[in-house]
């Protein structure tokens, strides 16, 4: 089967490594011939190490847009792919005129959303990232719905594979050091937040405890986390968060962590290293994962909102926790391996995709249903847009 990937921009971001992991594994595994549509960015080396075609567009958001159709029907013309696969939501309503056009099946996954996205279409093969969001899905009358959940390649985060000591030497992290690791975007929104609410706990924490805290990754909320940790360094007469910058290959980091602090795909990763992970989410929410919280996380995904409790002292304890408590954060750890090989196993995540795709291929969609698509996603896709102006005010462009 020959599958064009279509994914907005090649940014560093969990969505689209999810694509690519997968891309890899269902071809070694299945034969499937893989293209990439996308914008271009810093992955597409990763693309041309993993000998994935890659087809650059000039894509701008703000959907729907003519020439982001325009683009998209020449490359299926084209290529004459057996099935498009859309990661996540917003590129559908770019992709439903030229796929229907070209009586093209369609198949959509969404990874990026906090919450289930109204916009996605109730007709069409639709994955969400969580058991949560899809049952929420047919509740609210999908009628082609699964789940498939982000994905980490054990053999390639292999912590035999790997070693971290080079990277601890680079930023001055001492065995004496306790190491916590943040890899994620630096971003605005949805990150900007639980990244201030870490390097505060070490601040608190600091003048007790030797904690270093490596944050790994970049964006637009850098500035104003740099500011942050610059406070916190000052006040503890110490460099205590250090920021590492963005990286394509993060492995080194995860190796060198005692702990890792995060959420979704960059968690994940870190189990595989059979590390301590404390969650963080929104508003507030901090959980470790341990045996009690492990189907909640495997139901809901590696996120969580909290009760909006300005406070930081649950953070602050789970991290007091893990730092003094080798015993505890060894058994921890140990867990995490065995999560993440139980529920996130490429292998198994990429077998459950394949019937996912055989669905999808198998049904062309009507002009009935098409119509019933662009009638529904269109308009919830402008109260969207409504809603990210308000957005835009409080935090910039980030938003979208």
Do not use: C
Request: aromatic share 8%; proline share 5%; no cysteine.
């Amino acid at each position: 089967m020959k599958v064009l990937l279509f994914t907005h921009h090649l940014e560093v971001g969990g969505s689209q490594m999810m694509a690519i992991e997968l891309a890899t594994a269902m071809r070694r595994m299945f034969g499937h011939e893989f293209v990439v549509f996308a914008g271009r960015g810093p992955l597409e080396p990763v693309l041309e190490q993993r000998q994935i075609r890659y087809i650059p567009t000039s894509y701008s958001w703000g959907w729907p847009k003519r020439q982001n159709m325009r683009e998209l029907h020449a490359a299926i013309q084209s290529e004459k792919p057996d099935l498009i696969h859309i990661w996540d939501w917003w590129q559908y309503i770019d992709a439903i005129i030229p796929a229907y056009l070209s009586a093209t099946p369609i198949m959509v996954t969404d990874t990026i959303s906090e919450r289930y996205s109204r916009p996605l279409p109730r007709h069409r093969m639709t994955t969400l990232s969580t058991p949560e969001f899809a049952d929420l899905a047919r509740r609210r009358g999908h009628t082609r719905v699964g789940t498939v959940v982000p994905a980490v390649d054990l053999e390639r985060d292999n912590p035999n594979h790997v070693d971290g000591t080079a990277f601890r030497l680079e930023h001055g992290l001492t065995p004496d050091d306790f190491v916590l690791v943040t890899v994620s975007r630096l971003s605005r929104v949805l990150k900007e937040e639980s990244l201030g609410r870490t390097i505060d706990a070490v601040r608190q924490l600091g003048r007790e405890l030797p904690l270093k805290l490596v944050l790994v990754g970049d964006g637009d909320a850098r500035e104003r986390l740099e500011a942050l940790a610059a406070r916190t360094n000052e006040e503890l007469g110490r460099q205590a968060v250090i920021f590492a910058g963005e990286t394509l290959d993060p492995r080194p980091a995860y190796a060198a962590a005692d702990a890792f602090i995060g959420m979704g795909t960059s968690a994940m990763r870190a189990m595989a290293y059979e590390k301590p992970v404390i969650v963080v989410g929104g508003d507030g929410f901090a959980s470790a994962l341990t045996p009690e919280t492990g189907d909640y996380f495997a139901y809901y995904g590696i996120y969580g909102l909290g009760d909006g409790d300005p406070g930081n002292g649950r953070l602050v304890q789970l991290i007091r926790e893990v730092a003094t408590d080798r015993e505890r954060a060894g058994a921890a750890g140990a867990y995490a391996g065995a999560f993440v090989r139980r529920e996130f196993d490429v292998e198994k995540i990429a077998s459950q995709l394949n019937a996912y795709y055989l669905a999808a291929a198998a049904v062309r969609a009507g002009l009935p249903t098409v119509a019933m698509d662009l009638l529904r996603s269109v308009p919830a896709w402008k109260v969207h847009r409504l809603v990210q102006r308000r957005l835009r005010r409080l935090f910039g462009s980030a938003s979208r």
